[in-house]
């Protein structure tokens, strides 16, 4: 038996701005348009005097910096849009990268009503989708569900008017096999039922009816042993439910999983009592990799659409969640993301990076400040996607391993390349040893999967082959004493992180 997920509550996201931010700690630039607003109003402006604040980062089409009253020329720039509120008015201004074009845009008006994003817009239906609108959805093939509340009918056909095969209780576990088939203003799925086949209506109406299960038990956040092996991977016998990426804050409190592809969401579980069911942190578009920011309780994740999010935990908000900062950083997916051990800075990556740093953008990561929201450094020189970013413990070194089968080491504060390891194969994960001694990179379609570098060589110390194929993820437990390895095929494997022999194999 499943735990049930809390009740669909229909949370609608509605920022003035779709990319503003409240932001916790500005960038330097707002100080140009705080002292162009100081001058219009004839009086010292400080943050400390607005009543509210937003801004955003964005790449402009030209120097106009998106303001429709100004006159722009030249090629795509990097800039901010800052609103400042002082006195119950709200000033829009635009100001460059490196603060040398300050645009004040003019005042916003007080009552323009907020752009609400509407429950009604169910991507999985489709242009042809008639009698619409369709409620959105967060199921998807593949997964397991259940009703949320009394009986469900199951039907023979999509439509209100099919045959009833049977009644479903609520709690009752079903697989979604195909779907969605939208009409008459509900949203179908076909879904198996103790073996019996026929459509359910996850939403329609305005009310949601269906919702994916979660599992009742959880990992605990424990130092890790051989002990715990058989079921620390406890999330993967639902891993149809959730994408393979999970964090958890420093603390251990929190665990946090993006929702399938299709299933906008993150489940947020609360492990100090697992009888709870997970909050819902609601998020409209697809969630590409995420991470606990160290020793606070925020979430860091980047989009599909290329996007990266902040977001501070509010349990008592509605929504659970204060968004921090909307950075438009990457073209395409955020491949990955990492932070510094004392998170003062993160590293995000992509297909093609949005700066104005000097270098090639393509397949380029970028290094954060986290105080000032700047580009640090713009590590160029892979020829493939990055999948796996790890930073040293000091934060002072970046690691990055991609598609191109290259290992590479950068400076995090000016991004030189410091070393560049050819690995023969794609690289499909990396993680730093706890006392910055090794890094363990896991390989893609390579007889010695397992490679162990050395850090301060910058080179392959040892080749292992992990006992399954496959390898996926890799990661050093807090203590430094143990490596875990885990792959396609649901074999995990421990390994001694001094000296590198394999402790102990599980099947999950």
Not at 374 to 385: N, V, Y
Not at 450 to 476: E, H, N
């Amino acid at each position: 038996m499943k735990r049930k997920l809390m009740k669909f509550c229909g949370i609608l996201l509605g920022l003035l701005l779709a990319a503003s931010v409240w932001a916790q700690g500005a960038p330097t630039q707002i100080d140009a348009a705080l002292l162009d607003l100081s001058a219009r109003l004839g009086q010292s402006i400080s943050l400390g005097n607005l009543s509210n604040w937003r801004w955003e980062q964005k790449n402009f089409a030209d120097s106009a910096l998106g303001c429709a009253t100004a006159s722009g020329s030249g090629g795509s720039l990097l800039g901010y849009r800052f609103e400042l509120t002082y006195s119950t008015v709200t000033y829009d201004y635009r100001v460059s990268a490196d603060s040398a074009i300050v645009i004040y845009c003019g005042e916003l008006d007080p009552v323009a009503p907020a752009a609400v994003e509407t429950q009604y817009s169910n991507r999985l239906c489709g242009e042809t989708a008639t009698d619409g609108p369709y409620m959105r959805s967060r199921l998807i093939y593949g997964i397991e569900a259940e009703v949320i509340q009394g009986f469900l009918n199951l039907r023979g056909q999509p439509s209100a008017d099919g045959q009833v095969l049977l009644q479903i209780p609520a709690g009752l576990p079903f697989d979604v096999t195909a779907g969605p088939d939208c009409a008459e203003g509900f949203v179908w799925w076909l879904v198996n039922v103790s073996g019996q086949t026929g459509y359910v209506a996850e939403a329609g109406e305005g009310a949601v009816f269906v919702q994916p299960t979660a599992p009742l038990h959880m990992p605990s956040r424990e130092i890790l042993n051989t002990s715990l092996a058989s079921w620390l991977q406890e999330l993967s016998r639902v891993e149809g439910n959730f994408r393979q990426q999970h964090a958890w804050s420093s603390d251990g409190n929190h665990l946090a999983l993006p929702g399938a592809r299709g299933s906008d969401s993150i489940w947020l579980f609360d492990m100090r009592n697992q009888s709870l069911a997970p909050q819902l942190l609601a998020y409209d578009g697809g969630i590409s990799t995420l991470k606990f920011r160290p020793d606070r309780p925020q979430i860091l994740f980047g989009s599909e659409s290329g996007v990266i999010h902040l977001w501070q935990l509010d349990l008592g908000a509605e929504t659970g969640y204060v968004e921090q900062l909307y950075l438009n950083a990457h073209a395409g997916a955020v491949s990955a993301l990492a932070f510094s051990a004392d998170g003062s800075r993160f590293v995000s990556a992509g297909a093609e990076a949005y700066s104005q740093l000097p270098g090639e953008r393509k397949w380029a990561a970028i290094v954060w400040d986290m105080a000032t929201i700047a580009q640090q450094a713009l590590l160029t020189g892979h020829q493939g996607l990055i999948r796996s970013i790890a930073l040293s413990p000091d934060g002072a070194t970046v690691a990055t391993g991609a598609d191109d089968g290259t290992l590479r080491f950068w400076d995090a504060s000016n991004g030189t390349n410091l070393s560049a390891l050819d690995m023969a194969a794609p690289v499909a994960a990396i993680d730093w040893s706890r006392d910055g001694k090794h890094i363990a990179v896991a390989l893609a379609r390579a007889s010695n999967n397992l490679q162990v570098v050395d850090a301060a060589t910058m080179t392959v110390a040892r080749s292992l082959q992990a006992p399954s194929a496959g390898v996926t993820s890799l990661a050093f437990d807090h203590s430094g004493a143990m490596l875990v390895v885990g792959a396609t095929e649901g074999v995990l494997s421990i390994w001694d992180a001094n000296t590198f022999e394999l402790l102990t194999t599980r099947e999950t």
